[in-house]
T-cell receptor, first 111, second 115 residues
Framework: NAGVTQTPKFRVLKTGQSMTLLCAQD?????MYWYRQDPGMGLRLIHY???????AKGEVPDGYNVSRLKKQNFLLGLESAAPSQTSVYFC??????????FGPGTRLLVL | AQSVTQPDIHITVSEGASLELRCNYS??????LFWYVQSPGQGLQLLLK??????LVQGIKGFEAEFKRSQSSFNLRKPSVHWSDAAEYFC?????????????FGTGTRLQVTL
């Protein structure tokens, strides 16, 4: 039981490049979330999903897209990366009771 | 809108001393409340959670928190801090289902432990 895993762990992009962050969970959770963490700002919700095939916007969705084609995977895409998207990205999945469990994070640097 | 305030950005305590980290929340219904801990370069680990029932909840690593509805608070406590407790602590509030399942986090409190 690996819990929540994230790929890649670290990435450097140039402005305008695109990339996809992958989140996978093996706990059969319905709900999944993408957050970004910036110094002094805590974690802010980007997008989330309440089940396979569904997605919804969070607090800071601009510049990001997501897909949940399979229950166990939640993908976060950056179509045209900007320096403001330099951050640490965390994925989480949630139990039916309400507890969120987090992945180890992806550090993204946009030059 | 839901929100969380952690008024202390940075706290320093001596090893063996007691600890209390403050958390105030705003939420329109009965909240789900959480404390997470993050060590440098790591992900978030759940310390404890409150859904309903007993307002004093016990967590891992000897931590506890008390839900006080009248004060909209969920403060984290530990009677005797260990050097390994040095980390950043986040309080979060959310709800039960659908759009309400989103968590809103505070900005965190960084704990430094002196020997």
């Amino acid at each position: 039981n690996a819990g929540v895993t994230q790929t890649p762990k670290f990435r450097v992009l140039k402005t305008g490049q695109s990339m996809t962050l992958l989140c996978a969970q093996d706990m059969n959770h319905e709900y999944m979330y993408w957050y970004r963490q910036d110094p002094g700002m805590g974690l802010r919700l980007i997008h989330y999903s309440v089940g396979e095939g569904t997605t919804a916007k969070g607090e800071v969705p601009d510049g990001y897209n997501v897909s949940r084609l399979k229950k166990q995977n939640f993908l976060l895409g950056l179509e045209s990366a900007a320096p403001s998207q330099t951050s640490v990205y965390f994925c989480a999945s949630r139990t039916a009771r309400g507890t969120q469990y987090f992945g180890p994070g992806t550090r993204l640097l946009v030059l | 809108a839901q929100s969380v305030t952690q008024p202390d950005i940075h706290i320093t305590v001596s090893e063996g001393a007691s600890l209390e980290l403050r958390c105030n929340y705003s939420y329109g219904a009965t909240p789900y409340l959480f404390w997470y801990v993050q060590s440098p370069g790591q992900g978030l680990q759940l310390l404890l959670k409150y859904f309903s029932g007993d307002t004093l909840v016990q967590g891992i690593k000897g931590f506890e928190a008390e839900f006080k509805r009248s004060q909209s608070s969920f403060n984290l406590r530990k009677p005797s801090v260990h050097w390994s407790d040095a980390a950043e602590y986040f309080c979060a509030v959310g709800g039960s289902t659908g759009t309400a399942s989103k968590l809103t986090f505070g900005t965190g409190t960084r704990l430094q432990v002196t020997l």
